[in-house]
């Protein structure tokens, strides 16, 4: 029996086969129950999983992180005694302290959702290039401003049931994140952020610290502004 039985991680992966058990088996180590949606994976991520004691779940193409995050909550939401959901990057870069941490205010029905933030405590970690862009989403994001967030796209969530059942992921790529983060704007739910330690390895940095995702980010916001207006 573990302390965390009843929460779930849910990992999406794609072409992670480099890091992915390491990932998946340091994770488990605290918390026991992990679904990993490998979404189309061109390389042997499947194999690495199946090594680790998670759950698998494939997508035969690729859908998105949006489409794989969705099909891991679902998923999690039907396993037996499954009350608190997490969402955690397949590259090493979120922390299992921050998921306890953040699961814990949720015991204490301090909230429903807890959202991580890179910038409440200044670590000095994040990029710089991630550091402008992601503060200036926040900023210019309407439905971020509303609730107050520091770091409207940290991967690093947890939710309860009862916001996990409600959330509906449609969008692919990075717009998922826009998404979440408009339902929880609009839904009647506790919303809180709290600071955590991102780990910015070569790997990590190599797979999604670019300008141009960057910019991608800036861009999907606009997008969805104006489709509101």
Do not use: C
Not at 113 to 136: A, D, H, M, N, Y
Not at 206 to 217: A, D, F, P, W
């Amino acid at each position: 029996m573990s302390d965390y039985d009843d929460v779930w991680l849910v990992i999406p992966a794609y072409n992670e086969g480099t890091v992915i058990a390491d990932v998946v088996e340091n994770a488990r180590k605290v918390f026991p129950n992990i679904v990993v949606v490998d979404d189309g994976s061109t390389d042997n991520s499947a194999e690495h999983i199946l090594t680790t004691g998670a759950h698998l779940v494939r997508h035969p193409v690729n859908l998105g992180q949006g489409a794989a995050l969705q099909t891991g909550l679902a998923y999690a939401l039907k396993q037996p005694g499954a009350a608190y959901f997490a969402t955690f990057d397949a590259d090493g870069q979120h922390q299992t302290p921050d998921v306890e941490k953040m699961v814990a205010l949720l015991r204490d029905d301090q909230a429903d959702v807890v959202l991580g933030s890179r910038f409440i405590e200044q670590t000095g970690e994040v990029p710089w290039i991630k550091r402008v862009v992601l503060r200036t989403a926040a900023t210019i994001s309407p439905t971020a401003r509303k609730l107050n967030l520091t770091d409207s796209h940290n991967g690093l969530r947890v939710l309860n049931r009862k916001a996990a059942a409600q959330l509906r992921i449609t969008m692919n790529g990075m717009a998922h994140a826009s998404e979440i983060v408009a339902f929880l704007a609009s839904a009647d739910l506790r919303v809180t952020e709290v600071p955590v330690d991102i780990l910015y390895t070569e790997y990590s940095r190599s797979k999604g610290q670019s300008l141009i995702n960057g910019v991608n980010i800036l861009f999907d916001i606009s997008l969805r502004e104006r489709a509101r207006k």
